[in-house]
């Protein structure tokens, strides 16, 4: 009896046993960790004055038990800083924000830049008047005036006429007008200035004539160029010379004007001060010669074709006193370009006899002959050679 129990309590104790030892473990709770660091979304931050951003600090590790932190300014007046990690940008500056954990006193920091964009821009002149082969500079004001954000461009629309540079500084370069703008970067804020670049004026050539003439052409520096080229009765050069384009012609074909309009078999037509270039350019008593000057001169004057500096045309010797002028073949602008450069063109301040009210007269010159008066229509961009009574 004795030897059967003990085989049966044996393998009992070996199932019990092997029960035990096949019952999962079962999971201990983890165990909180001390705080080792923290960090911030983020190390450098740009804001606008007035505005605000949520910064967000994760304390390490993520099963810390403190997850308690702090929050400072180190320049409050620039920006400040709430319990909650907003930060304000209070104005143009910079600050760093730094969080500090309560348990360990662990730190991040945030560099904060605060800038303040323009509001708008304001230039010291609007108009301005500059001779040509000059230089004068802009001075343009943005507001407010604690904006941080300070860059200018610089533009002008006609570029043959005046450059200005990333400073403001205008470059006169020949007669006509420009617009120079100034414009904020941040913002497209802009301001506008009209410049208008007054000619040289020319020294006096005494040929003992009724009038004295200018050495140069209007918009040049010396005899020998060419200057700018205006269209009969506008006193700005342009970059495109057509009927389409002319002041005076009210169809845009030359067939009927609003202004100089000849009333007379034998009579002409004379500019006014305000329509003659040479006038309103130079001023006092400089003017655009009359027909009859323009005949007076080409028949006092004895005409040898030369060229100066290697530019040809003709000169002209004063039958009265031995003095000479030098007209350059200048050819003429007919609509963009440049055309006849056999040839020199300069409007007379004369409206051509009736029946050709299209025409205004001037002097020409080729090549082959030399300078006469005649007549063409008075779209197209000449040269002007003024004179001084």
């Known amino acids: 009896m004795r030897s059967f129990q003990l085989p049966v309590i044996l393998m009992l104790v070996i199932s019990l046993a092997f029960a035990t030892s096949c019952k999962p473990e079962e999971k201990q709770p983890e165990q909180s960790k001390a705080v080792s660091g923290v960090y911030l979304s983020m190390t450098e931050l740009s804001l606008e004055a007035g505005q605000t951003f949520t910064l967000t600090a994760t304390v390490q590790p993520s099963n810390a038990e403190n997850k308690n932190v702090s929050w400072a300014s180190d320049n409050s007046s620039v920006v400040s800083v709430d319990q909650s990690g907003i930060v304000t940008a209070v104005k143009p500056g910079s600050a760093t924000v730094t969080v500090t954990t309560a348990e360990g006193g662990k730190t991040a920091t945030t560099k904060i830049t605060v800038t303040k964009a323009p509001t708008g821009i304001k230039l010291e002149k609007s ?19 604690d904006a941080t954000e300070k860059d200018i461009k610089w533009s002008s629309d006609n570029t043959s006429a005046a450059t200005v540079d990333s400073k403001g500084e205008i470059t006169a370069l020949k007669p006509g007008k420009a617009i120079i703008t100034a414009m904020t970067t941040v913002g497209s804020f802009k301001a506008e200035c009209e410049v208008t670049i007054i000619p040289v004026t020319p020294e006096l050539v005494d040929l003992g004539l009724s009038v004295k003439w200018a050495a140069f052409n209007l918009g040049a520096t010396k005899p020998e160029e060419f200057g700018s080229y205006y269209a009969w009765g506008e006193t700005d050069p342009k970059p495109f010379y057509s009927w389409g384009t002319y002041k005076w012609c009210k169809d845009k074909e030359g067939k009927e004007f609003s202004k100089y309009i000849s009333s007379g078999v034998t009579s002409f037509t004379n500019l006014e001060k305000a329509d003659d270039a040479a006038y309103v350019a130079l001023g006092g008593k400089w003017r655009m010669p009359t027909y009859y000057e323009v005949d007076e001169l080409v028949k006092n004057c004895t005409w040898t074709k030369t060229s100066v500096n290697g530019v040809a045309g003709y000169e ?13 073949y200048t050819g003429m602008r007919v609509e963009d370009k440049t055309a006849s450069l056999d040839g020199g063109y300069y409007w007379s301040s004369s409206l051509a006899q009736a029946g050709s009210t299209s025409q205004a007269l001037y002097i020409q010159m080729f090549d082959s002959r030399t300078p006469i008066p005649s007549g063409n229509d008075r779209c197209w961009g000449y040269a002007i050679r003024p004179v001084n009574k």
Request: aromatic share 4%; glycine share 10%.
């Open 127 to 145: 108009t301005l008047k500059i001779t040509m082969g000059k230089k004068e500079t802009l001075k343009a004001t943005i507001s407010p005036s």
């Open 316 to 328: 002209g010797k004063s039958k009265k006193n031995g003095k000479t002028i030098f007209l350059p």
